[in-house]
């Protein structure tokens, strides 16, 4: 199975300001959402109740508390490693890591890529994607599209 990261970042790393996006793309968040559309996500619980229409087909909602989601597409998982393992044992193919900045940054360990979509331009906001070392990652695809260019980032060999 593979962990994939897909995150929308600012010139300046930020990824959000409070519950909004500080950019207005639709045309990324159409190709995003219809990314993961199939697929099992995962989120912390902050970014899962920021959404009104849940993406994904199932959803894994990383929190420290326990807590039950009367949704009965969603799974609650205490741990990144407890989230790969229910995704796993389900079968699944691939599991999206969409946010927040912790959750990007507890995955880190766990990517098998990253898709990073770098928008154009810098922005005001209070969440950053987290640092991560480049040298132990390879740019391997760059695509441009209207006010983002999508960054597909691999483990380095």
Do not use: K
């Given at each position: 199975?593979e962990?994939?990261?897909?995150?929308?970042?600012?010139?300046?790393?930020?990824?959000?300001?409070?519950?909004?996006?500080?950019?207005?793309?639709?045309?990324?968040?159409?190709?995003?959402r219809?990314?993961?559309?199939?697929?099992t996500?995962v989120?912390?619980r902050r970014?899962?109740?920021?959404?009104?229409?849940?993406?994904?087909?199932?959803?894994?909602?990383?929190?420290r508390?326990e807590?039950?989601?009367?949704?009965?597409?969603?799974?609650?998982?205490?741990?990144?490693?407890?989230?790969?393992?229910?995704?796993?044992?389900?079968g699944?193919?691939?599991?999206?890591?969409?946010?927040?900045?912790?959750?990007?940054?507890a995955?880190?360990?766990?990517?098998?890529?990253?898709?990073?979509?770098?928008?154009?331009?810098?922005?005001?906001?209070?969440?950053?994607?987290?640092?991560?070392?480049?040298?132990?990652?390879?740019?391997?695809?760059?695509a441009?599209?209207?006010?983002?260019?999508?960054?597909?980032?691999?483990?380095?060999?």
């Open positions: 199975m962990t994939i990261a897909v995150a929308a970042v600012g010139e300046n790393g930020v990824i959000g300001d409070g519950p909004d996006l500080p950019w207005h793309l639709p045309h990324e968040s159409r190709r995003y219809e990314r993961v559309a199939d697929d996500v989120l912390g970014t899962y109740e920021l959404f009104e229409d849940l993406p994904g087909a199932c959803q894994i909602v990383l929190s508390s807590r039950a989601y009367d949704e009965p597409t969603v799974t609650a998982a205490e741990s990144p490693e407890t989230a790969i393992e229910i995704a796993s044992d389900r699944d193919g691939v599991l999206y890591v969409l946010g927040g900045a912790e959750i990007y940054e995955f880190l360990p766990h990517y098998d890529r990253m898709l990073l979509s770098r928008v154009d331009g810098t922005y005001e906001g209070d969440t950053h994607f987290p640092q991560f070392d480049r040298s132990a990652w390879t740019l391997v695809d760059e441009r599209y209207d006010g983002y260019t999508l960054e597909t980032w691999e483990p380095a060999p």
